[in-house]
């Protein structure tokens, strides 16, 4: 059988699976969910014995450090994935919820209801805990879910889907539901991206050039995002303890990630007193800051920002700040440079922060709040299958109602059309 | 200039006029719209004259009739697309309702707030009062359009267009927000097609032939949908008389269009009642009827039906008709079969209908009332921009909300992540 056979089989498989798992009940569900936690923590010891096969392999291929921290699965880490399928348990189940009934004329009841996308891939990097997490939140929202992670994680995941299949079927629930692609062939990704008549959505989760890769190779809808450069303006009216705590908290809590602070925006009104105050506690934490024209006349020492500063997502302890005249150059600066994921305005003026929330369409817009918040969990969404930053079907921090979309129902008693 | 370069500045036009959009009031943009409508019914003697050059143009080249009746505008036409206008001026404007709004246990309140998705690029044959329907809903839902229609109705379209955005004008808002493509060059398509920085939606109205062409070149998300190859299931505890109605209804209405009934399922325990009597009222209304084996066991004169029959979208006068055991059998027909739009059963068994409903993935599926209903205005979306039979973003009948997505909103008081 060729890649692309063994790939179309497979995703036909999940096809009829899918149609189990959207009549499965919420029920069902979670003791599937339950039972797959369980099964990983038993386990545990089988896939930290895989695991190692793939970090040996690592070691051997001299990867960097971050990189095999990120694929090592230690007891802990695969008593977290445990979790986080119990988490999702708690999470209300979206499949059969009717958002909306009503009453035509003619007397038909119209209504939409929440049905499952059918089969979801999920492209991945990585960090093995991924297969479960992915797993988890797609089988609760009654899909069936292909998984293909790195080849570097190869014997991990294919350790992790082993146990969650065997869940499937010790339930009578077809394993088909929750597939990994253990091939290690580039080309099994190239394939399956063709499978549109059998596969509704894709997901990948990694860096850039992999969703890059992945959208721009797909006959099937991508939900993607590329980068998050997060703005935080801070007004005329802003408290400047508060923004301070704020920018702080954007800026350095956890820089690495999407929802960090890459740019910060100053009214000129509370330059002279804030950007002083801001350099003094970032430089506290390590933070190089990039600076306008401006902004060095009042901070003398700050590195000259270029054009691609407004632009960079840093993922590191380095800041580009300007000094805008008003609201209207802070709103022009986020629509020519923002990458549509997370803006904060900091203020204490009612009609501004209305302004912010109205004229700012990035896929969160926050007042007097760190964008550290910009994830499905904090949010409330439960736990978080991707972000969006394309705004068709969702935009922004996605959950398990994100994986499901609407039928129409209609209820007649033999009503016909004149 | 190149057409790829025109193409080009048209949409980074359209997309600076859509941020305008985004923020005009509900008033602004119900004045625009009822001053659209006023201004076709005042130059509805300017249009027909231009309607008038693509007439004999269509003539000369012996377009058939049928195409020249829809490529053909009236006094009458055109003032229904003013109505089609001021019918969504009374629909409520989506953009800025707020969806649900929650409080996290630090403090921070979480909402979705819809939002237009920015600019949308219909591509459409030769009817030319989609210029003006595609126009005034993408306009109401804030968004930018662009417009481009099929080469025989050039003259016609431009008309329309150079209309509506002299109204734009007028008003203080950017004409950029509406821009017919006149250039009659395919190529022109392909271009636009490109334009995924600028473009957010592409919605083509037409063949099948259209469609696959828009949606396989296209690198912007497409709304589609390729056929309607809708069932009727007439279950064992249906009220005959009842199935009659919907049958002959949801048949021969309006056999032409996408939501009349292609092929209709028999449950065996009615067959031997209900197929002679179905066959007596359809051959009436000039239905020709094609059987399955075992309905032809009873009505012997049947036209024998192929497999391809089961997939056919005839739209005319045709009917596929097959016997089925039981309600599985008529499930697994229909998983084979569907095109996912609209599927309708007749049954007084309240727990087959809730099987049904639960178990049927068609973007529609009804109790009890004729697939003819399945259409925006029916269902009560008010006027409709397309159908989806793809589950991503929208699936189904899609109104002025489809035309929209939504944004977190965030409101804090200082808040910062642990």
Known sequence: MSIGEE????AIAAKQASRHMAV???ATKDELLLKMAAALEERSAHIREANEKDLSAARENSMAAAMIDRLTLTPERIAGMAAGLREVVSLPDPVGQISGMWLRPNGI???????PLGVIGIIYESRPNVTADAAGLCLKSGNAVILRGGSEAIHS???IGTILQQVLETMGLPPAALQVVTTSDREAVTELLQLDEHIDLIIPRGGEGLIRFVSNNSRIPVIKHYKGVCHTYVDAAADLQMAERICLNAKVQRPGVCNAM???LIHRDVAATFLPQIVTVMRQSGVELRGCEEARTIVDDLIPATEEDWSAEYLELILAVRIVADFEQARQHIEAYSSLHTEVIVTNDYRISQQFLREINSSVVMVNASSRFSDGNQLGLG???GISTSKLHSFG?????DLTTRKFIVFGDGQIRD
């Open 397 to 401: 921090p996605m959950g398990l109602e």
């Open 109 to 115: 009841q119209v209504g939409r209801q929440r049905i």
């Open 7 to 10: 790939m179309l089989a497979l």
């Open 157 to 159: 995941n294919r350790a």
């Open 262 to 264: 890459e740019t910060l």
């Open 24 to 26: 499965a009940s919420s």
């Open 383 to 385: 736990a978080e299958i």
